[in-house]
């Protein structure tokens, strides 16, 4: 929901709610979506090894030369919300996104830690909205991508390639592996039923290390398309192997 969309509803803000009531509810509404918090987990006696589908909203990961340009010299990202896997988090700060012809999208999240690489993952539709062809790629993998301005309070930074929309993968801890029957690098299908249009999503990449949690990440587009947040189950499957919990 944009701000745009808020306005017909309270015309006159100092009618019903002050101007800082609005704009605190603005705040969490994008917050929300910037921070992919669609999740839908499926019911499992173990709560550790639960499956946890998370749509990935647009967002940002900079190195730290970048921060420094865009936010000022000694600047350091600022945790505003940690994510499901430990240590990592949406930060306080975010970006606006120029592509070609002076297209752009404001307000992009940053998320942190910081990366040796600057990197702006994206949706299909938030390409078209930026008149960019971008390439489904892994995240890291931006040799060859398209480039784009990021624009800061301080400065802007033009990056020369590091546009991608993230393929879909599987994070997992080195312990869900015999679970599921995979090796890191395996690649799986999602199947997500719902009452209206269940679907599968295949070639999601099994990222495995230890430390990491159980987590699916798809986009924005993805998690639209299936209606993620009226998902009855989750599955994932290798081959013949199934592992399916009822959400």
């Not at 990366?115 to 938030?126: I, K």
């Not at 790629?137 to 624009?151: A, K, Y």
Request: overall charge negative; some cysteine; glycine content about 8%.
């Amino acid at each position: 929901m944009s701000v745009e969309m808020l306005q017909p509803v309270i015309a006159n803000p100092s009618d019903s709610l002050s101007r800082d009531a609005v704009e605190r509810i603005v705040r969490e509404i994008v917050l929300g979506m910037a921070t992919g918090n669609k999740a839908v987990a499926a019911r499992n006696e173990d709560q550790a090894a639960k499956l946890l589908v998370n749509v990935s909203a647009r967002h940002i990961h900079l190195s730290d030369e970048h921060v420094e340009i865009l936010f000022g010299p000694g600047h350091t990202l600022t945790p505003m919300k940690w994510l499901h896997q430990d240590g990592y988090f949406a930060a306080e700060e975010t970006l606006m996104v120029v592509g070609p012809r002076k297209r752009m999208l404001p307000n992009v999240r940053v998320l942190g830690p910081t990366r040796p690489d600057s990197q702006v993952e994206l949706a299909y539709t938030d390409a078209v909205q930026l008149g960019l062809d971008i390439p489904v790629r892994h995240s890291g993998d931006i040799s060859g991508t398209p480039g784009c301005v990021l624009v800061g309070p301080h400065g802007a930074v033009n990056l020369d390639e590091g546009v991608i929309r993230a393929a879909r993968h599987v994070h997992m801890n080195i312990s869900d592996l015999d679970r599921f029957g995979v090796a890191n690098g395996d690649m799986m299908k999602l199947r997500i039923t719902t009452d209206d249009c269940s679907m599968v999503f295949e070639d999601g990449k099994v990222r495995a290390a230890e430390g990491i949690k159980l987590e699916v990440h798809i986009d924005t587009d993805e998690g639209n398309a299936c209606n993620l947040s009226n998902a009855s189950k989750l599955e994932l499957l290798k081959a013949e192997n199934c592992k399916c919990e009822d959400h």
